[in-house]
């Protein structure tokens, strides 16, 4: 459990030092934020792409262990 913690957190100071670097570079990036698809410019803008659509949460355990009862 703690190995996934730290996987977790390492992905994410990745994905949020790989932004920074893009806007750095006047790239714009796009991600969801709060349910929406949204593009950052290198200005820091915010423009609506489009509002994300829910989807049912993954689950890892039940994928890996289907089938194994």
Not at 8 to 32: F, M, T
Not at 39 to 54: C, F, Y
């Amino acid at each position: 459990m703690e190995d996934t913690r730290h996987l977790q957190r390492y992905a994410r100071d990745a994905s949020h030092q790989a932004i920074k670097q893009q806007l750095a570079r006047g790239v714009p990036v796009v991600y969801v934020k709060n349910g929406n698809i949204v593009e950052v410019s290198a200005d820091k803008q915010e423009k609506l792409i489009k509002t994300a659509t829910p989807k049912r949460a993954f689950n890892l355990r039940d994928y890996l262990c289907q089938g194994s009862d």
